[in-house]
């Protein structure tokens, strides 16, 4: 987890992309079977505008399922917005998000956008990682997905997700 406004040193990563994501701040444990939209709502504090940057060794991205568990999901690093938004009355379906980079316009999305309702995300995989003997945990911060396509990235780019009723999340590398 990287913190807002600091920089990402280019030399930590190797084919870096960027996603904006929907963070979820679990109040309770998530353990499955069985776990829906509901029950995900009812056990989430709050969700944060996100960023999270991938990173791969397979030059251009050519991967298959197997290299990319190989490369830990290329998973890189995590960035939170600064606000916290209380779930409860927010239909996370309709959430708009404009992506910037270097202040033009890369791409808009929707909560929708990650299968149909970022709570169904988390459903899934509280579901999928029950199989697996994980809980998800009171206090753990799980990411949804992103709303629009990986976007690459590069030493001087800046990048800003802007998410309607919940902030926004701003990073930049070096």
Excluded: H
Excluded at 55 to 76: C, P, Q
Excluded at 149 to 168: K, N, P
Aim: hydrophobic share 45%.
């Amino acid at each position: 987890v990287a913190r807002e406004g600091a920089p990402l040193p280019m030399n930590s990563l190797i084919l870096p992309r960027i996603e904006p994501e929907i963070a979820f701040l679990l109040k309770e444990d998530l353990k499955g079977p069985g776990i829906n939209v509901a029950n995900v709502i009812e056990a989430t504090e709050g969700v944060m505008p996100a960023f999270e940057v991938i990173d791969s060794r397979y030059k251009d991205w050519k991967i298959t399922v197997k290299d990319s568990i190989s490369d830990n999901a290329s998973a890189g690093v995590m960035i939170l917005g600064g606000k916290l938004t209380p779930i409860k009355d927010l239909d996370l379906r309709y959430v708009g998000m404009v992506l910037e980079k270097n202040g033009l316009l890369v791409s808009t999305g929707a909560g929708a956008a990650v299968l149909g309702n970022p709570a169904q995300s988390v459903a899934w995989l509280a579901n999928k990682l029950t199989e697996y003997g994980i809980t998800l945990k009171k206090g753990e911060f799980v990411m949804s997905g992103s709303l629009v396509q990986a976007v690459t990235v590069e030493a001087g780019s800046c990048l800003r997700a802007s998410f309607d009723r919940l902030g926004s999340v701003s990073v930049s590398f070096e």
